[in-house]
C-alpha cells in the first residue's frame, strides 16, 4: 500500500517549495504564507540530498536556522551542491541567504529560524 507521502505532487503544482528544520515553522509559514508549499526535514542535520529527490520538477528554496559561525547555512548549501549533482533538477536548488544577511549577531547567538526572524519585534 502506498502512503500519501509516497504520492507525487499534483502535475499543476505551482507553488515554490519551502524546507525549513522545524515543523513548527513549516506549520505556521503554511499558514501566513500560503503562496508557498511548506515542508520540514526535522533538523539541521536531517537534510540529506537523496531526500530531496522528490522535488526534483519543482522550485525548491532551502532555509536553514542561523548560527554565528554560518554553519547551518554552509551545510545546506553543500547538501543542495551535492543534491545537484545526484540528481536531476528541473529548477536550480536555492538555499536563501536571508538569516545570514538579516539576522543580527544576537539572533545568530541563539539560533534562531525563519519564524524567529519573521515574528520577533523588530527594534
Known amino acids: 500500500m502506498q502512503s500519501v507521502c509516497d504520492k507525487p505532487l499534483s502535475a499543476g503544482h505551482q507553488k515554490p517549495i519551502c524546507v525549513v528544520e522545524s515543523e513548527k515553522t513549516a506549520v505556521v509559514c503554511s499558514i501566513h504564507f500560503p503562496q508557498c508549499l511548506w515542508l520540514s526535514c526535522g533538523g539541521l542535520q536531517m537534510l540529506k540530498p537523496e531526500l530531496l529527490t522528490p522535488l ?13 559561525k554560518g554553519d547551518a547555512f554552509h551545510l545546506w548549501l ?46
Open 78 to 123: 553543500s547538501v543542495a551542491q551535492q543534491a545537484q549533482k545526484l540528481y536531476p533538477f528541473q529548477y536550480p536548488l536555492r538555499v536563501s541567504p536571508l538569516l545570514e544577511l538579516h539576522a543580527t549577531p544576537d539572533q545568530k547567538s541563539r539560533k534562531i529560524d525563519l519564524l524567529d526572524y519573521i515574528f520577533e519585534p523588530k527594534v
Open 56 to 68: 526534483t520538477a519543482y522550485k525548491v528554496i532551502l532555509f536553514p536556522d542561523t548560527d554565528e
